[in-house]
């Protein structure tokens, strides 16, 4: 629904790792990033841009762009991600970014590992966040998502190089 914000998240096949090095990681921000900002944009357009080094997608706006979703926060863990996004006015709708999102990743994933099949648990979950208070739990859930790697719980912004807690922070 246009307006609403939604917790996004899935993991790998059998719980298995979809990030295997910071490289996946990287592919993955810079896939997320170019259908933010090009949501019509073809998986194929993507993959032959990652494939030069040097390479970065244009991730300027343009004066006219209007964003068909926002990305709020996110965590990339080795298995599993999650998102918070805000569907906004527009011709696509989260489901449609997260289609391409997850095939772009899983052609450039199956190539780069000589992996075949699945590499997510079905299709990505969601839940609509109908309260402010569900907003600030979600915020820190996947902020925090990270602690969970650690014993101790006392945070080390090196566990947060694939989060947008560096963003909330300032860094």
């Known amino acids: 629904y246009s307006g609403s914000y939604y917790h996004i998240y899935n993991r790998g096949a059998n719980k298995q ?11 993955f921000t810079k896939i997320v990033a170019y259908y933010l900002l090009h949501p019509n944009g073809t998986a194929q357009s993507i993959l032959n841009r990652l494939k030069e080094p040097n390479k970065v997608p244009n991730l ?18 080795s298995n599993h991600f999650h998102f918070m996004l805000r569907q906004e006015d527009g011709n696509l ?28 648990q079905g299709k990505y979950k969601n839940v609509l966040i109908t309260n402010e208070y569900q907003w600030l739990y979600l915020s820190k859930y996947i902020h925090r998502n990270p602690l969970h790697l650690r014993k101790n719980k006392v945070p080390n912004l090196a566990l947060y190089l694939c989060s947008s807690y560096q963003n909330y922070l300032g860094k």
């Open 17 to 27: 790792n979809i990030f295997l090095d910071d490289h996946d990681y990287e592919t």
């Open 60 to 77: 300027v706006f343009p004066e006219s762009f209007m964003p068909c979703y926002t990305l709020l926060a996110y965590c990339l863990m």
């Open 93 to 120: 709708t989260i489901s449609d970014f997260m289609r391409r999102l997850s095939i772009t990743y899983a052609m450039y994933f199956n190539h780069k590992h000589h992996h075949s099949g699945a590499i997510f």
